[in-house]
């Protein structure tokens, strides 16, 4: 059973930093896409950013420059470093897995965790 589990949310002042981290458990293959997606309260669901099984990154424009997606494969974890928060990156972030980034919205989805960022 996959199961993926989020944490590192919080409040934290615009132009602050935080770290989501996504630990993953029961995915059968180690080279699984992973990836991050956002959805604030009356807004569409958003892809933030990927990883494929070769370490290739993705990132939405909103948060190039600002965000990096990382992963360690010895602790099945997915990071999400974020920079220069803005009010607008308040949402609920959810970590994502599937055997293919092409359908990644289709994958795992954790529980998810708040991240708000005041102005």
């Known amino acids: 059973q996959v199961k993926l589990v989020e944490s590192g949310g919080g409040s934290v002042q615009a132009g602050g930093s935080l770290r989501l981290s996504c630990t993953a458990s029961g995915l059968t293959y180690r080279s699984n896409c992973m990836g991050w997606f956002r959805q604030a309260p009356g807004k569409e669901r958003e892809g933030v950013a990927t990883i494929d099984g070769d370490g290739v990154t993705t990132y939405a424009d909103s948060v190039k420059g600002r965000f990096t997606i990382s992963k360690d494969n010895a602790k099945n974890t997915l990071y999400l470093e974020m920079n220069s928060l803005k009010p607008e990156d308040t949402s609920i972030y959810y970590c994502?897995?599937?055997?293919?980034?092409?359908?990644?919205?289709?994958?795992?989805w954790g529980q998810g965790t708040q991240v708000t960022v005041s102005s």
């Open positions: 994502v897995a599937s055997r293919y980034c092409i359908n990644l919205s289709l994958g795992f």
